[in-house]
């Protein structure tokens, strides 16, 4: 099972960037999902006087989600596809919030050090070559104690959820890439969810990384066993 990564993924991104919110539009709950999961950091207060970081923003989907829970927040969006950046940047946004170009495991050298008071990643981990590093480097930019919430397609290991997946990408993900002359693309976010963690799997991961309070709380509709929201709190003092 061939999955992309690194430059090569980020180059297929860039290429289908332009028709990428078509895409998303067409998933039922996509926008609604998002909005959940940014909601379950928990942030009082419209997130005022925070610094925040959305890893992974693409075309600003999760940015607008994060935006909408934490209105007052200084958000830090950051992604490794310049097509995608330049979407999301070309939309109307307040002043609080800020692109970066970076991959997930260069934040600090690319001027995202924080520390950042919480951190949201929608589709990003099982985009990565090594979800481990990433989680060293994503805990190394919060704040001790700093809030997490991960929204990623994690099935949860039954037979069931996996054929829902491949029955929505047959019918859905796979036509709308072929006609969009990214199929690769599309042949790689269906199969990198067949390949990655379960849900249990990543929140064990989390735990290994160091994050503590880990849970894994579902998504509703047809995502139901199939994309869950992962929240977590960063290490109250720093690792030596």
């Known amino acids: ?130 979800p481990d590093l990433v989680l060293d480097r994503v805990r190394d930019t919060m704040a001790p104690g700093g809030r997490i919430a991960v929204h990623e397609y994690t099935l949860s290991g039954r037979t069931r959820h996996r054929a829902v997946w491949t029955a929505v990408c047959r019918g859905l993900l796979l036509p709308v890439g072929q006609l969009a002359g990214d199929r690769p693309l599309y042949e790689h976010l269906w199969r990198s969810v067949l390949a990655f963690d379960t849900a249990d799997a990543f929140a064990a991961r989390m735990r290994g990384a160091g994050f503590t309070h880990v849970r894994v709380l579902p998504l509703p509709g047809w995502q139901t066993g199939v994309a869950h929201t992962f929240v977590a709190r960063a290490p109250a003092g720093r690792r030596v």
């Open 1 to 130: 099972m061939t999955v992309m990564h690194g430059g090569e993924l980020a180059s297929a991104f860039d290429h289908a960037a332009t028709l990428y919110d078509r895409l998303v539009a067409a998933n039922p709950g996509y926008h609604a999902h998002l909005r959940r999961s940014a909601r379950r950091l928990g942030l009082h207060a419209g997130g005022g006087g925070m610094r925040l970081l959305d890893l992974g923003c693409g075309t600003g989907a999760s940015t607008a989600a994060l935006l909408t829970a934490a209105p007052r927040a200084r958000i830090t969006a950051v992604d490794s596809s310049a097509g995608m950046l330049q979407v999301a940047a070309g939309k109307r946004w307040g002043p609080g919030v800020t692109f970066l170009h970076a991959p997930a495991e260069r934040l600090a050298e690319a001027g995202a050090a924080g520390p950042f008071d919480a951190v949201f990643a929608a589709y990003l981990f099982r985009n990565v070559a090594d």
